[in-house]
């Protein structure tokens, strides 16, 4: 694990102190809103190229650091680095997203192996490597990984899909089989996790995109569960890791999600009610977020309104500044500004 971690902001956070002047940072913060990214991504070819370019991924990691002095960078990459390391074919096409080979049956399903080849994720570990390097000791580094919940139902569909159905049916349909995928995510889920501390990574964050479309006993099944084994697995090999659980969507069911999975904070996203997660969530762990990514692009105003709404929200306990979700590509760069120096000169 790397050292000094108490003098960070956020991991002092997530340690269970509160700030003052709440440690902020953006999901997507490295991508398409800015310049310096887009002129990269251009260069590196595919998505999957940037990803795996140690140079390139460690570059856009650092970019939105160098504007917004973030108290957190995180690694560049994605959550579908595992189905790729396990042999799937995945791409993504430009406009559309990511493409994979549908493990739609049951049949298909016992194609899938079950151990991933990890020299394939090599290039992540060198970019954490190179970010830690360049960080100033302050700045938290983030590894991540997608939730085997929200992976698995892009590895079924072979694509995101309105309400991920083909995942849900087949979960209804074969759960011995869905089960056999999720397994398979979270045993190598945990290995990579465990990787991304040793490169350098100072805490983690588990990816449930999709936790929201699941009724409550399946969330139980295949969102809680999964990532409480993935938290007992890598707390098994790195002792006291630091790890935020992202269930978006999961309202009223985060109070369970906190208590069984055992994660140190959670994200919560813009249409989270705040008194229930004062005071059945954030009572117990660090909440993280939760500004409305379209104030972020309408800026003015409204942009301070739903800042200081955070802030009063949850400022008076442990707070991780975010948004609800990831920043848009329309978002403009003043907006930005705007937010972090409003958010700034909170006096907690």
């Not at 251009?42 to 856009?60: I, R």
């Not at 970019?63 to 690694?75: G, S």
């Not at 990816?207 to 409550?216: E, H, K």
Request: aromatic fraction near 8%; charge should be neutral; glycine fraction near 8%.
């Amino acid at each position: 694990m790397p050292q000094d971690s108490a003098t960070k902001p956020l991991i002092d956070v997530l340690s269970g102190h509160r700030q003052n002047v709440p440690p902020l940072w953006m999901m997507r913060q490295a991508g398409r809103y800015l310049p310096e990214y887009r002129e990269l991504r251009a260069k590196a070819g595919s998505f999957l190229d940037l990803c795996f370019n140690p140079d390139y991924a460690a570059e856009v990691t650092l970019q939105p650091i160098r504007r917004f002095h973030f108290d957190a960078a995180i690694i560049f990459s994605d959550i579908l680095v595992i189905p790729h390391a396990l042999g799937r074919a995945v791409r993504f096409e430009v406009g559309e997203g990511p493409r994979l080979d549908p493990l739609a049956t049951p049949d298909q399903i016992a194609t899938l192996a079950t151990e991933a080849d990890f020299n394939k994720l090599e290039p992540v570990y060198e970019a954490l490597r190179r970010v830690r390097s360049q960080l100033a000791p302050e700045i938290a580094l983030i590894g991540f990984c997608g939730a085997p919940w929200t992976v698995a139902t892009y590895m079924v569909a072979g694509q995101g899909t309105p309400d991920q159905v083909p995942a849900r049916m087949l979960a209804y349909r074969h759960p011995d089989a869905f089960a056999k995928i999720i397994d398979v995510l979270v045993e190598n889920s945990i290995q990579y996790l465990v990787g991304q501390l040793q490169a350098g990574a100072d805490c983690l964050q588990i990816f449930d995109t999709w936790a929201g479309v699941l009724p409550p006993r399946e969330f139980a099944r295949w969102s809680i569960g999964p990532v409480k084994r993935i938290v007992a697995g890598v707390r098994k090999q790195v002792p006291g890791a630091r790890i935020i659980g992202f269930p978006r969507g999961a309202a009223g069911m985060l109070p369970n999600y906190v208590e069984q999975t055992g994660v140190d904070a959670v994200s919560i996203d813009w249409t989270a009610e705040p008194s229930m997660i004062r005071e059945r969530v954030q009572s117990r762990v660090a909440v993280q977020g939760n500004l409305d990514p379209l104030a972020l692009i309408t800026g003015g105003a409204a942009l301070d309104r739903a800042v200081d709404d955070v802030l009063e929200n949850f400022g008076k306990g442990r707070l991780i500044f975010n948004l609800g979700h990831g920043i848009q590509p329309e978002t403009p760069i003043a907006h930005v500004e705007q937010m972090v120096k409003r958010m700034r000169a909170y006096k907690g």
